[in-house]
């Protein structure tokens, strides 16, 4: 070819930027079209009171072969076990004793680590309909402990919710094994994954044209005589213009595909199509609630600052990391929506970027009732504020050192996400495996092939969603999967592929 082929790439999140990084290396000429006036997608920050926060992932989930805590490394990017002291408020709002929460977590992450195994080993014989709550049930119901006991474990567990984003009532155990993340521990991103993304922008920033408020209207790709054949996919977008490229890469997230399908032209292959609409797609929300003071910490602990991989400085039990508020009855709450509650304390995490802030993960049905309290309502009104902390109120006052007299427990700033309110997020979170689904795991590997739109119609798909199994619904699954995806365009192209690490 005498001149460079050209790639449009469609977003400017984590796996649009590292498959444009990839193409541009490549020898590729690229145009990223992103319907915001930013980069970054679902990883984005933003101020609550003084203090800087994420507003998508807060977390590198697995330290094994993770290119995103090598970035973290590289850019000294803080990121945090938060082990410590884990507390929960029973039903009635009485703080538990240790022994039943410990005896509790252990249930819960050894039932986990079997249902994982037991979908790994028996999901082709696994009912479509069976579900993860059903699974903790049976083991209860096996189980030695008091009645007390297991209504306890079975509260805990249904906050497992918060890491897929719905219900346990609706995680579907025939797929449970897909949930699965990379070996290692988990860590928090006590300084925000700014530096992150910043340093998976760099390359791309100057090397390629990206194009900021361009939403996609159609995308026209024909079916090619010739997989190497030029300028035959044509994308519109609202502001009326019109791009032609050689191929293009959809890194838009699944919501997004679920609500768009009829705009790619021709109509999608039948079987991408099923893939698209029977993956599930997570409702997870954030609210932050951040205070004068932390309260429900003592003032002995010294916390030091560390790099990846690190733990924090001396006597990490004494003061609580996360709390879970399990079926609460004294918070009031819509009859057929279940109220857990869990929250991590932000105090917990190293010098300086400790703050008194509590993050709370909502969930499912939960989450879009609050979202839908606050959607019409300015952040910065008295009125936000106002349903936000009347929302929170009955839970953060259950925590140790709470007085309803001291300032220090009067909410100075409260922030939640309304990701159910984005279209360009997809009206969601991330990917999830629901009760009913019969082809899970083929279903990801069709979006990964782009199975009868990639090499005849150099139409490629990248996202969380097509990730690894490992890294489904990730950042590191969002980077990997543009990553698979650049190396398609390029095979499909003849282009010898330089796949250095990002920003080399």
Known sequence: ????????????????????????????????????????????QEVVGSHLVDLGPNWIHGTGENPIISIADATQTVAHDPEGRNISIS?????????????????????????????????????????????????????????????????????????????????????????????????????????????????????????????????DAPPRNDAQSRHQITVATVTGERYSFDKVVVTCPLGWLKQNAEAFSPVLPIRLLEAIHSISYGRLEK?????????????????????????????????????????????????????????????????????????????GPCSTHIVEQIASLDPHSSEYRKVLVGFFEPFYSRLPGYDITSPDCIPTAVMATRWQKDSYAGNGSYCNFQVGLTRADEDIEVLRSGAGVGSERGLWFAGEHTAPFEALGTTTGAYLSGERAAVQVCESLGLRISLYGVGD
């Open 91 to 219: 039903r009635d709002g009485h703080l538990l004793g240790e022994d039943v929460v410990t005896k509790a977590e252990e249930f819960m992450w050894t039932t986990i680590g079997q249902a994982f195994e037991y979908s790994k080993q028996h999901g082709d014989t696994i009912p479509p309909e069976r579900s993860l709550y059903d699974f903790f049930q049976e083991k209860l119901e096996q189980s030695d402990f008091s009645e007390e006991e297991k209504h306890l474990c079975l509260d805990s567990c249904k906050l497992w919710g918060a890491y897929v984003g719905d219900p346990i009532e609706r995680q579907s155990l025939k797929f449970f094994c897909l949930e699965e993340c990379i070996d290692g521990d988990n860590f928090f991103v006590a300084s925000t994954y700014k530096r992150i993304l910043e340093y998976v922008s760099r390359n791309v920033l100057s090397q390629a044209d990206i194009r900021f408020k361009q939403a996609i209207v159609s995308i």
């Open 1 to 44: 070819m005498s001149t460079k082929p050209h790639v449009g790439i469609i977003g400017a999140g984590f796996s649009g930027l590292r498959c444009a990084d990839i193409l541009v290396q490549s020898g590729a000429r690229v145009t990223i079209l992103e319907a915001r006036d930013r980069i970054g997608g679902r990883v984005h």
């Open 287 to 363: 609210v932050y609630v951040t205070f004068p003071r932390a309260f429900w910490h003592t003032p002995s602990i010294n916390t030091n600052g560390q790099h990846a991989g690190s733990t924090s400085g001396s006597n990490p039990v004494k003061n609580p990391v996360f709390a879970q508020f399990l079926n609460p009855s004294y918070a009031e709450h819509p009859e057929n929506i279940e109220w857990n509650q869990e929250c991590i304390s932000l105090a917990a995490m190293p010098t300086p970027y400790n703050h008194p802030t509590l993050l709370f993960y909502t969930y």
